[in-house]
């Protein structure tokens, strides 16, 4: 399966700031995820992040909150904007290839904590 | 009613029991199934899939699988402190394409 490195693998940040989380594969992925995971919950997808256009997200979810770019099929970045301690969450990067039947596989996380 | 439902849990075995996860789906279409491990402040890792009705082993997880019950379970055969984890079910719907719903997890513990 495919390595998937994400970055940071943590941070505290201060409410009202802002922080890109980057999620990159070591091979080309059709499809890339975002999920969030709050503490003892299971994972709830974000958005999915598409090549060359805009994110798809989920409703509750929206572009202004978690604006993610796709530049490529190796990598795509998600953005916590405008935090507040109810974004302290892990945010999980996942991909799957091409074949729909195949399992997706996980970065290792970045665990937010907000302040 | 949930998309995908576990009990929570926490399930508790002793070292060397079989112990058994079960998950009932609602969409009668999904092709897909899938059982990750997630250890406490790790992400979730693939333990199994299963496309077709019946049973699927790989060492000592067995997946089972049964459509028309909408049913999916994983058993962990000669249970060990080591799989002591979050077991999350997960289905790809018929219609979602690549997305993937997954469960809330079931908690096991396996006692030494």
């Known amino acids: 399966s495919a390595v998937i490195s994400q970055k940071p693998s943590r ?12 999620c990159q594969v070591d091979s080309q992925v059709t ?3 975002w999920y969030r ?14 090549q060359g ?6 409703s509750g979810f929206v572009i202004d909150k978690f604006p993610i770019s796709r530049p490529n099929l190796t990598f795509s970045t998600l953005t916590v904007s405008n935090m507040s301690p109810e974004d302290s969450s892990i945010y999980l990067c996942s991909v799957a290839p091409t074949d729909s039947n195949q399992p997706q596989h996980f970065g290792d996380g970045t665990r937010l904590s907000i302040l | 009613q949930k998309e995908v439902e576990q009990n929570s849990g926490p399930l ?14 609602s969409d009668r279409g999904s092709q897909s199934f899938f059982w990750y491990r997630q250890y406490s402040g790790k992400s979730p890792e693939l333990i199994m899939f299963i496309y077709s009705n ?4 790989d060492g000592r997880f067995t997946a089972q ?16 402190p080591s799989d002591s984890a979050t077991y999350l079910c997960a289905v790809r719907p018929q219609a979602g394409g690549f997305k993937t719903i997954f469960g809330a997890g079931t908690r096991l513990f396996v006692k030494a």
């Open chain 2, 65 to 80: 699988l049964n459509k028309a019950s909408q049913y999916v379970s994983l058993l962990i055969r000669d249970s060990q």
């Open chain 2, 12 to 25: 508790s075995v002793p070292e060397g029991a079989i112990a058994s996860l079960n998950c009932t789906y």
């Open chain 2, 54 to 57: 019946g049973d699927k082993e």
């Open chain 1, 37 to 50: 995971q709050q503490p003892g919950q299971s994972l709830t997808l974000i958005a999915t992040a598409n």
């Open chain 1, 11 to 22: 941070d505290i940040c201060q409410r009202g700031t802002s922080l890109t989380i980057q």
């Open chain 1, 31 to 33: 499809m890339m995820f």
């Open chain 1, 53 to 58: 256009s805009e994110a798809t997200y989920e």
